[in-house]
């Protein structure tokens, strides 16, 4: 939702809903409500939905805003005759900001199942008082304060007794079928999200789920029978006479999604970093000198973003956000991830947000035209960037000549902490281990020399009781 | 389908009808449920109350 299209500051990701859509204007981030949605935005503001919602921190609270509306880029969503001169605008209003847009393919596990939780919450919530989601898009979803929250103000219909869940496809394929694969057949399986924008498709959840979820009540049917009706019933017209939804049957199904989602769980261990402070060769000592430095530089320079960057399980993340800042704290490692996310979760801290990324890959720009989602890069840069005992991973496991990492970390973030691990660590040793040493370069007046070209050196301080050292910079 | 306004996203036909299966295969379990509980209520065994978070919320409202 974050992508500027290159018109009318309507945003590129907000296209797909006739009732609305989100623009900017002088750097403020606005969504117009078409005249088409007047009745349900007001349903939402006095059945007190929108008050209940706010108030637990399911949805972003908005206020009504004194703004034109953005107009002309909707001219073509007008009435084909006579209309066209008709303001389609009934109001703007203003969401709260939300400090970091994340995709569900950079979520952990618990992540998208709380998302997934939210989803169901807010759909119960709303059917009390008489609306329905009209969509359960997990890209509506977002991390606010630590807690999975609606961003989209727009998504309620009015409900109307005997109607069915009409955002039941997109839930199973946003959350239900990613979530599954995820818990029993493999966790990087999320990663189907990034090529499937509108969440798994069901035939494809239920070829790769394992046989026994067959016997499993919950995945039988929102899964496996779903794919199969979905097959058989292929653009076929359902007929009113096929029967509807009472009320009360409407919420013996939601629950039924709801236990189905519950019941899927996940724990990290066993991958590449779960344990790894375990098997560091770190000292208590420079593990705390690490997180004082890096304490005190955030504080210094008081970054509003910073991107730790493989942050393991976010030590030093809390480091910086202790000092103030919102930080991003990815990691490659889904483990590391789901630890850091359960951390966060039960510290309920505000203003950390873990996030799956691999830096050698980032998440790219995708959908259609390229710009309903933003690429990692796009959603910043940031103020900060940490990048700690990471060198050497890009270096020499990945390759990356050292001016081009120097090039790559400049643009990302206006302020860089980075340590260099030397090549008698013996973390490099084990990366060396079965491979030619092919980097001559690879040495701490090297690593000066490439970094200089790029950023100015503010601070060089060697960690206590290691070979280490941890340098401040500033970009050129 | 038959309900308006038309939905922006297509529901899906499949999708429409296993909702349906669902719903009356959950309403029988909810309908079972509760009939199990007032046959043990008969007998002075007490279920446990459902941890709704919503029901807390509202009451936490008022």
């Known amino acids: ?476 | 389908m038959h309900f308006a306004p038309l939905p922006y996203l297509d529901p899906g036909s499949g999708s429409f009808l296993i909702q349906l299966l669902i719903a009356s295969l959950a309403g029988i379990g909810v309908a079972l449920y509760t009939s199990w509980n007032r046959i043990k209520g008969w007998f002075g065994i007490k279920s446990k109350p459902k941890d709704d978070d919503e029901e807390d919320d509202d009451a936490e409202s008022k």
């Open chain 1, 1 to 476: 939702m974050t992508t500027p299209s290159q018109n009318s500051g309507q945003l590129s990701a907000s296209f797909r809903d006739p009732s609305g859509f989100l623009f900017s204007r002088d750097g403020v981030l606005y969504r117009q409500v078409n005249r088409k949605y007047e009745h349900e935005y007001a349903r939402l503001m006095e059945s007190g939905l929108y008050d209940k919602l706010v108030k637990v921190g399911l949805l972003i609270p908005h206020i009504e805003a004194d703004q034109p509306p953005a107009e002309e880029a909707r001219a073509e969503r007008s009435e084909p005759t006579g209309e066209r001169s008709r303001s389609e605008a009934y109001k703007v209003i203003q969401p709260e900001r939300v400090p970091f847009i994340s995709y569900p393919y950079e979520w952990s596990f618990s992540q998208l199942k709380d998302a997934a939780l939210a989803t169901l919450s807010i759909q119960r919530r709303a059917l009390k008082l008489g609306m329905s989601l009209k969509d359960a898009s997990a890209y509506n979803i977002q991390f606010v304060r630590g807690k999975a929250a609606l961003i989209d103000t727009l998504s309620f219909e009015i409900y109307k007794e005997g109607q069915p869940w009409v955002a039941y496809r997109q839930f199973c394929q946003h959350f239900l079928a990613p979530l599954a694969l995820m818990a029993l057949r493999d966790v990087r399986l999320n990663q189907l999200l990034r090529v499937y924008i509108d969440g798994v498709p069901l035939d494809l959840a239920s070829e790769l789920l394992p046989s026994r979820t067959r016997f499993n009540f919950g995945l039988l049917t929102h899964i496996h029978l779903h794919a199969s009706a979905q097959k058989r019933y292929s653009g076929a017209e359902v007929k009113s006479r096929a029967g509807t939804m009472s009320k009360q049957a409407l919420t013996a199904f939601l629950e039924s999604l709801d236990s189905a989602v519950r019941k899927l769980n996940w724990n990290p261990g066993g991958t590449e970093w779960g344990n790894y402070y375990d098997i560091t060769n770190y000292s208590e000592a420079a593990f705390e000198h690490k997180k004082r430095l890096v304490g005190e530089w955030a504080g210094r320079v008081k970054p509003a973003l910073v991107w730790d960057l493989g942050a393991n399980n976010g030590v030093f993340s809390r480091a910086a956000s202790g000092a103030g800042a919102y930080v991003v704290s990815s990691d490659v490692d889904p483990s590391a991830v789901e630890q850091n996310y359960r951390i966060s979760k039960e510290a309920k801290e505000q203003n950390l947000l873990p996030l799956l990324l691999d830096l050698t890959n980032p998440s790219p720009a995708s959908g259609w035209a390229n710009q309903e989602r933003d690429s990692f890069y796009g959603r910043g840069p940031a103020d900060m960037v940490l990048a700690l005992a990471l060198v050497h991973h890009l270096a020499i496991s990945n390759n990356v000549p050292l001016p081009q990492l120097a090039d790559f970390l400049a643009k990302w973030g206006k302020w860089l902490v980075i340590e260099f691990v030397p090549k008698s660590d013996s973390q490099v040793q084990k990366l060396l281990v079965s491979r030619d040493d092919i980097f001559p370069t690879y040495t701490r007046e090297g690593f000066e020399s490439a970094f200089r070209q790029r950023f100015n050196i503010r601070e060089a301080v060697p960690v206590q009781e290691s070979e280490r050292m941890l340098y401040l910079m500033e970009s050129l």
